[in-house]
């Protein structure tokens, strides 16, 4: 089946740093990507959407500056979290989709990031 | 406003005990309905695409059905390696997916 690779899995940093976190899809093309958040105990919260080549739109509350989403090929979007602050600590999973094949989303293992 | 609502929010079975889970939803034109299983720690694995009402799909202990409002995962003679969190979602739009909170599967040997 369809494989997507998110890396890294997961990462510890110091307040104040920015984190890089990349969602690749390795058998198909994405012609989209998805950001989504999660909190414990709790269903996936979208936070962005992108087309390859496009600026990435985002949901209603989430900030663009912060975190940053870049889609500049079929097979790759990365998500960087600007100065992370412990509120920023969660965990961060990504999903591809090709809309030409009219497949459904395939997920990456998603990211833990904690923020001290 | 379109919603997806999933239920129970836990179930706890005895290995073997069948049982199945709700999705209930409201969406204008539905677009697809989704079926996905996800491990702790890990990101949702895809089980299930359903289209149009009256539709079924099976994968090993798992078939998905689906009305005009509601969709269900049946789980027959579940193993404990069936434990999981299995989530429902309806297409949007052609690009993003509605999700419910999930339901906690606990199979106990």
């Known amino acids: 089946g369809a494989v997507v690779s998110q890396h890294p899995s997961r990462v510890i940093c110091k307040s104040g740093t920015s984190v890089k976190i990349e969602c690749r899809s390795l058998d198909f093309q994405a012609t989209t990507m998805f950001w989504y958040r999660q909190f414990p105990k709790q269903s996936l919260m979208l936070m962005a959407t992108?087309?390859?080549?496009?600026?990435?739109?985002?949901e209603q509350g989430v900030e663009k500056d912060k975190f940053l989403i870049n889609h500049a090929s079929l097979t790759l979007s990365t998500l960087t979290v600007t100065s992370a602050h412990p509120e920023d600590s969660s965990f961060y999973i990504c999903?591809?989709?090709?809309?030409?094949?009219?497949?459904?989303?395939?997920f990456g293992d998603g990211t833990r990031l904690s923020i001290l | 406003e379109d919603q997806v609502t999933q239920s129970p929010e836990a179930l706890r079975l005895q290995e073997g005990e069948s049982s199945s889970l709700n999705c209930s939803y409201t969406?204008?034109?539905?677009?697809?309905l989704f079926w996905y299983r996800q491990d702790p720690g890990k990101g949702p694995e895809f089980l299930f695409t359903?289209?149009?009402?009256?539709e079924e799909k099976e994968k090993e202990r798992l078939k998905a059905t689906l009305t005009k409002k509601e969709s269900f995962l049946h789980i027959t003679a579940p193993k404990p390696e069936d434990s999981a969190t299995y989530l429902c979602a309806v297409n949007r739009n052609d690009y993003q997916l509605i999700w419910g909170a999930g339901t906690k599967l606990i199979i106990k040997p």
């Open positions: 359903l289209y149009s009402a009256g």
């Open positions: 999903s591809a989709r090709d809309l030409t094949s009219n497949q459904p989303q395939h």
């Open positions: 992108s087309n390859e080549g496009s600026k990435a739109t985002y």
């Open positions: 969406v204008s034109g539905l677009r697809g």
